[in-house]
């Protein structure tokens, strides 16, 4: 247990989950306005210079030391990488993202779990390899829920000493962890689901902004709160919202909240 000191200064963390359908501006909208300099973690095989063409000139961006960006190996190296440079991360980066959580819970982590299924013949490997080898029991997404945990307590550790972090992922309809909502993160397994909202300061759905003749402009709105009926996951830790939007620009968002960057 530490107990915290009335002198000590207390942080005003900022740890924010964002969600919403494919080519809406989540990427590109977080890079553009986030705190510099920024840490981006790439967490799916996408080319983040085609995101960003015609928009960022990404090269330079990197060269003048605003931008450092970074592809996980495996969950263990993401989680290694978090807890052997902590101090430096807090020190050297005033925000990090991590970009595409859904794949890499769904497709990278899962996939390790379940190459770690079939080696341990849990499924018969002999007559059905192909299929065995992409199944998951119940204790695989159990594991699944346990592993994210662990990373998320990681990054909220790193949150908890300055930087805002934002986290991405993809929406669906429907979600199967909770078929009460209309719409909600794209999330493997169940447990997680329900689970991930206690982690995070703010959680938002990033939707594409159109002017009169229907024409998409930038940025795109997040909303932080889904109305009394609540068909979508939102969260807002700060002051009582004028309205249930954004248009996202984390630097108006952050000082709304009074963050001090």
Same mark, same amino acid.
């Given at each position: ?22 080519? #809406? ?16 973690? =790439? ?16 090269? !330079? ?9 970074? /592809? ?5 190296? +993401? ?20 970009? =595409? ?9 899962? =996939? ?5 299924? =079939? ?65 909600? *993160? ?46 979508? #996951?939102? /969260?807002?830790?700060? *002051?009582? +919202?004028?309205? *249930? ?9 952050? !000082? ?6």
């Amino acid at each position: 247990m530490k107990w915290i000191d009335p002198s000590e200064e207390d942080i005003d963390r900022a740890l924010i989950f964002i969600y919403g359908p494919p080519y #809406t501006g989540k990427t590109l909208t977080s890079i553009m306005t986030l705190p510099k300099p920024l840490l981006y973690f =790439g967490c799916e095989p996408k080319g983040l210079d085609r995101t960003c063409k015609g928009h960022i000139d990404l090269p !330079a961006l990197k060269k003048s030391g605003n931008f450092k960006h970074g /592809r996980p190996e495996s969950y263990e190296d +993401l989680c290694d990488t978090l807890a052997k440079n902590e101090d430096m991360i807090v020190e050297k980066f005033k925000a990090v993202l991590f970009d =595409g959580i859904t794949f890499f819970m769904g497709v990278d982590l899962l =996939g390790e779990i379940q190459v770690e299924t =079939g080696k341990a013949g849990i499924f018969n490997a002999t007559e059905r390899p192909l299929i065995n080898s992409s199944r998951t029991d119940q204790t695989g997404y159990g594991g699944l829920a346990t592993l994210m945990n662990r990373l998320c307590k990681l990054i909220g550790n790193i949150a908890a000493r300055g930087p805002v972090v934002v986290l991405t992922a993809q929406q669906t309809e429907d979600p199967k962890w909770n078929r009460e909502l209309s719409a909600g *993160p794209a999330l493997a397994g169940k447990k997680f689901g329900e689970e991930f909202p206690g982690f995070f300061d703010m959680i938002g759905r990033v939707e594409k902004r159109e002017d009169k003749d229907g024409r998409v402009v930038w940025p795109p709105n997040v909303w932080f709160e889904s109305g009394k009926d609540e068909s979508f #996951t939102a /969260r807002w830790s700060g *002051p009582t +919202l004028e309205q *249930p939007y954004f248009e996202m620009d984390w630097g108006k968002i952050l !000082a709304y909240t009074g963050k001090q960057i």
